[in-house]
């Protein structure tokens, strides 16, 4: 068994529902969830132009290696109707793995931690509300010292 970290979010639809349907869909396919962080609404990141995004971390107990519970996540996101036109543009579901453990994965497909979870404060603020003190394997940094030292000037709201 390992535990995952992955951060879900979506922008088109019902939002609650897509996110409510993914942790429904990601326990009865992926394994046993942990943690789940509140509902973050934020400003898009890439592209401006749409709608603000819900975003939510999930933590899970799995005993699925880190390419299959890759590939039950794109399964998940097709069958929420995640059609993949436009980097960074709208969807109705997104759901990324952060963490794998403490493992570094550097396959076709597949980067574990996330490369650009540092660098995105709304997944930082998603990650904190669950694990601020997990360490990133790579920077050495807990996920409460990458928030404080986030650059990033996007705006993120914790709902209530």
Known sequence: MQNAILLTGGNMGDRRHFLASALHALAAQCGK???VSALFETEA????????????????????????????????EIELGRVREQKYGPRTIDIDIIFYGQEIIHEHGLVIPHPHLQDRRFVLECLNDIAPGF????LHKTVRTLL???TDSLTVHKLV
């Open 148 to 150: 404080e030292e986030s």
């Open 135 to 138: 360490m990133h394997p790579v």
């Open 45 to 76: 990141w890439g592209l401006n132009d749409q709608p603000h995004y819900l975003n939510q971390a999930v933590e899970l107990q799995t005993e699925l290696s880190p390419q299959a519970l890759l590939e039950r996540v794109l399964a998940i």
């Open 33 to 35: 969830i942990i943690a």
